[in-house]
């Protein structure tokens, strides 16, 4: 597993910044940056969102893994800081997932942390 940004920042493992190039190749963008972020949600109170993003806001924090730029809004980087997002797809699970040295826990929904 390889990763190129700092362990204060999230990181994009190889097989997950080859998944995301993919999609954006497929649809024909490469103006598009891959959004992380915690929203409220979940039954711990904060579940992960990732999408892809046009935007920029203030205070978003910006990493380029490859041809692939991940954004982190400055409301999310303390909750996501050295976070990994990887891509796995095996006959079990295919998807993202995102390991996180802050989570404190887990519950049922597989999707939250405190």
């Not at 190889?14 to 963008?29: C, N, T």
């Not at 910006?62 to 891509?87: C, E």
């Amino acid at each position: 597993m390889t990763v190129e940004a700092s362990a204060t920042s999230v990181q994009l493992t190889d097989a997950a910044a080859m998944k995301v190039k993919s999609l954006l190749d497929q649809e024909g963008r490469d103006d598009l940056s891959l959004r992380v972020a915690v929203q409220p949600g979940g039954c711990s109170g904060l579940r992960y969102q990732l999408y892809f993003d046009d935007r920029s806001m203030d205070g978003d924090q910006i990493n380029t893994f490859g041809n692939v730029k991940v954004v982190v809004d400055k409301m999310s980087v303390p909750y996501l800081s050295g976070a990994i997002v990887d891509f796995v797809d095996t006959i079990e699970k295919q998807g993202f997932t995102i390991d996180n040295p802050n989570a404190g826990g887990s519950c049922a929904c597989g999707d939250s942390f405190h």
